[in-house]
């Protein structure tokens, strides 16, 4: 762990996110950072990450530490190291300089964690040997999978409303992010020719962010399968023809994250892979155009449904009237998730709460197929960053149900899809900041139009 | 997960160490893969890493699985993905297919795990959701970090006789895996003139790895400051007069590590750190030559000790008889760590099981001074693959401590070690296999030679 490069703004972030929690909610506070997860064995974990709650009031990836927030007073809560330890990890900074890095009023010892729980309020961490310790010192329930209530739950709002608009802190860590995740994806595209794998891109796009010692926001999508959504293997060839799905995004070390997707052709498009290509960035486009405070996130979503059913009519694909199409869920054939997420501290920010951060009070996620998949309904407001990922796939498990076949045969012309048999998967995706004005892309350094991407591909 | 390219002969392994379990161990085995450990938020998970001993039985890392092994038969159950997962994971291989591969004679869904559980032994799986359920299931407590005790622990001592000594099967996936991180080690000895940071080199050795569709089988280590064991910071910057310590490992798909250290210069050694190195080679050089069936792992540790005490008597920085200041742990104040451990399925093979597998029955960790971390004190046999990693480093958290250097005033020339300050850590790190005639070096295409990595460092 390393505080020195932190920079000297980091105390007065962390005071005001602390003054602005005091404001809204009165009870004390304790958030543990959580411990390594085992991987094979207990002495060869996974990377520490520590809880996203945690990071946004502590700033720093402490290990198996606690804060206290109390009327806008912080406690840290962390013991000093083993004798062995700086053989094996090298010094560490002392209790005492991290606890000035991030503003600290006291540093106490973990044991003395038990004198300070009377009436607080926590949030579960991911790791189970942190939940348990969560449960035993506070002798109540304290599971991730289990819905948060009582003070717990006001706790989450509170942190849900401050942690809804990034402030200048959490935006110079997102614009790193970005930046970073911007110089992957031109790797990935510029390794594209030499590549004979999916995993040849992959590692040229994660070693520049290897490179940045940053990690990966989450597992990387690098795929000649772009229709698997979540696809996590590597292994195909690539050949002329393919379309390269990549989905990757950069987390900085204090972990903030961002989330891109670009697909781009091995070579150049070919007509029907620029025909859809040219559709889904109509989409990203008009919909990143409406980003805008007081505008409703799923207006977006129906926004890319409308402009992505009305292309797919102009090709001869679908039959009908846009609008008639999408309030029949016919898009969501081709383009069967979300148009975004919320991002921050965590690639889909604070899904830990489940909807509690995506869904506005008062509502709940649609069964509409494909509206189901929404991760966020909220009104935007400045300082919110979303992601804008329209996409178009054509998914076997869908397309070749023969119950679907037959409740859409009148609305899809399947002989004109099948034209467009080298179109598996593509998807465009941007972090798109909420302002005052409208709206910031922070990863606008990145093409979108096929031609410049093609010039990257192929120099 | 991928079973298209396991090659034909998975089944026969398989098949043959079922069989030699059954010989030495009667009662039914049920073995837990395990699942994902989540990093942030639930759906955002470390990647799966399955149990080494499911691995060692069923071939493939299968998620949320279990197999019970009786008599020689072997049960796979696992459950078909739901509606869902196609779409986001893609096609499944079928529970049938699988089965098949792996040689299975029966599959059944995971509910029916709990009618197949009377009397069976186990191992505890490391997250947390696994062993909880391996505990509910099982109804007494399965714990990774309680010792085994009963069935359990019979049945671990027979997986060690098996997993102790590498089949054909084992050996081609160790080879795999040493070759592809004797180019991972190349390429960062390659990338070292113009690099910039440790993360620059680290990113050139892993998207090795990455580009090869394996994992690093544990945290990799690029450092400027070798001499912190485990160094896991990669952000110092490379100039001229570092050396820089790479401890970086492959994994291959179904588990199989290497785990390989070199230390190279930024240009050339310096004479000094040319002359420490000479005797961290020799010391390496010497142990391997006696790696034989028979010999005690302990004496080579004891060898590598008296090799690196004559060289720095030869310096002129210890003063004294090699073999007397060995005894006397003098050799620990520069060599503070064992000459290497057994490699398998785990960097440190079935530390998960403590001791067990490392000491010969009837023997426990040593308290004395350097000689405690020794993680292997067992005869070599055909078959076992061991690390030799001798290595000397400069800790100040040794070196500066005042008791240290009171107690071993007579011994060590401080002025004369004060001219060797370029040199903070060197270790020399290969994987070595027990033969019946003597051993092979699986790592033997990556050089040791100081005049041979100076060439790749500088073309």
Redesign the interface.
């Known amino acids: 762990m ?1 505080i020195h ?1 932190i920079d000297g703004t980091l105390a007065d972030t962390l005071g005001d996110r602390r003054r602005r929690l005091a404001e809204i909610f009165a009870a004390p506070v304790i958030l543990w950072s959580g411990r390594r ?11 520490f ?1 520590a ?2 709650h945690f990071l946004y009031f502590a700033g720093l990836p402490l290990e198996n530490a606690a804060i206290c927030l109390e009327a806008g007073q912080l406690t840290l809560f962390i013991d000093d190291p083993s004798p062995s330890y ?6 560490m900074p002392s209790k005492e300089d991290i606890a000035q890095n991030i503003g600290a009023d006291a540093v106490l010892p973990m044991a003395e964690l038990s004198a300070h729980l009377a009436g607080v309020a926590t949030i579960p961490v ?4 942190t939940w ?1 310790e969560q449960t035993q010192l506070l002798d109540r329930w304290v599971l ?2 289990r819905p948060l209530a009582g003070i717990d739950l006001e706790l989450a709002k509170a942190i849900i409303s401050l942690r809804l608009v990034h402030d200048a802190g959490a935006l110079a860590e997102l614009r790193k992010a970005a930046a970073v995740t911007v110089e992957a994806h031109k790797a990935g595209m510029a390794a594209t020719m030499n590549a004979k ?1 999916e ?2 891109i ?3 796009m ?3 962010i ?4 940053m990690s990966c926001a ?2 990387s999508i690098v795929t000649t ?1 772009g229709e ?8 195909n060839t690539i050949k002329a023809g393919d379309l390269l799905l990549a989905d990757v995004g950069a987390e900085t070390t204090t ?1 903030w994250a961002a989330d891109v997707t670009r697909t781009w052709a091995f070579g150049k498009f070919s007509s029907t892979q620029r025909d859809i290509y040219d559709i889904v960035l109509a989409a990203h486009d008009a919909c990143i155009a409406k980003v805008h405070p007081g505008v409703e996130y799923r207006d977006l979503h129906f926004l890319a449904a409308t402009t992505i059913a009305q292309g797919l009519v102009d090709l001869g694909i679908l039959q009908g009237n846009a609008e008639d199409l999408v309030e029949k869920d016919v898009h969501a054939l081709f383009f ?1 998730h979300g148009i975004g997420h919320l991002l921050g ?4 920010d604070m ?2 709460l489940g909807d509690l951060a995506g869904y506005e009070p008062g509502r709940t996620r649609s069964d509409r197929f494909g509206l189901g998949y929404l991760r966020l309904d909220r009104p935007l407001r400045p300082g919110m960053l979303v992601t804008i990922e329209p996409g178009f796939y054509q ?4 397309l070749n149900n023969p119950e679907v076949r037959t409740a859409y045969q009148d609305v899809v012309n399947w002989e004109r899809l099948a034209q467009f048999a080298d179109v598996r998967g593509i998807r465009i995706e941007d972090d798109v900041l909420v302002t005052e004005a409208g709206n910031e892309v922070l990863t606008a350094a990145l093409p979108t139009k096929a031609e410049d991407i093609e010039q990257l591909v192929c120099g």
């Open positions: 390393n490069n997860s085992p991987r094979n064995f207990a002495a060869n974990t996974f990377p990450r809880s996203s700086a053989l094996w990890h090298g010094e991911q790791d189970a040997a348990t991730p999978e794998t995993a040849d992959r590692a040229a994660e070693s520049v290897i490179a940045e010692n989450y597992a399968h698997v959504l979540h696809n996590d293997r590597y292994d972990g069967p501290l965590d690639v889909h899904e830990d998914v076997p498990a869908i």
